[in-house]
């Protein structure tokens, strides 16, 4: 075998700004933007929201180190959060708070391991993109909190959103 041959180089998941599709239709093309999509995890005990953008490739500071899987019992006694998906969009008066939905997550920090189930959250992203808002099994106090912080981050854009969002949200 010869020591010169380069594996074959594979396509990642590109993240591409504004519209893929602008002026060309070359590579890109139908490629999905995530630009306006963040994830917001809570810290369930703390009663603190946070923007972790690493979350978008399960690379926030929670998740760091962490081995995770879909059996709740490795991660028991673990730290509850709620990974959660807010999407913006702009209308005519300006940019508003289109989707959300929220996922389980636990961490066990002591023995580096968490649960989540990769699927549901990858699912939940899509469901945000697409202007759902699903956080009905969220707990109150978690609402709360994500309420108070999407309102403390741009009061404009929380008057803008719907009116299901602002109650299920109210704080």
């Known amino acids: 075998m010869n020591n010169e041959e380069k594996p074959k180089q594979k396509l990642g998941f590109t993240i591409i700004k504004n519209d893929p599709t602008d002026g060309h239709k070359g590579f890109g093309v139908g490629s999905l933007t995530l630009e306006n999509v963040s994830p917001v995890i809570i810290d369930i005990e703390e009663k603190k929201a946070t923007v972790e953008v690493g979350a978008m490739h399960a690379r926030s500071d929670v998740e760091r180190g962490i081995k995770f ?99 299920e949200l109210a704080f």
């Open 69 to 167: 899987t879909t059996n709740r019992e490795d991660s028991a006694g673990g730290k509850p959060y709620w990974l959660v998906w807010v999407t913006i969009d702009h209308k005519e008066g300006g940019a508003y708070f289109a989707g959300i939905t929220a996922c389980e997550m636990v961490v066990n920090r002591e023995k580096r391991r968490g649960y989540k189930i990769l699927a549901d959250h990858v699912n939940k992203m899509d469901k945000s993109m697409k202007r759902h808002i699903i956080i009905e099994h969220m707990d109150a106090e978690s609402k709360r909190v994500l309420g108070e912080f999407l309102h403390g981050f741009n009061e404009k854009m929380w008057s803008l959103s719907s009116e299901q969002l602002r109650k």
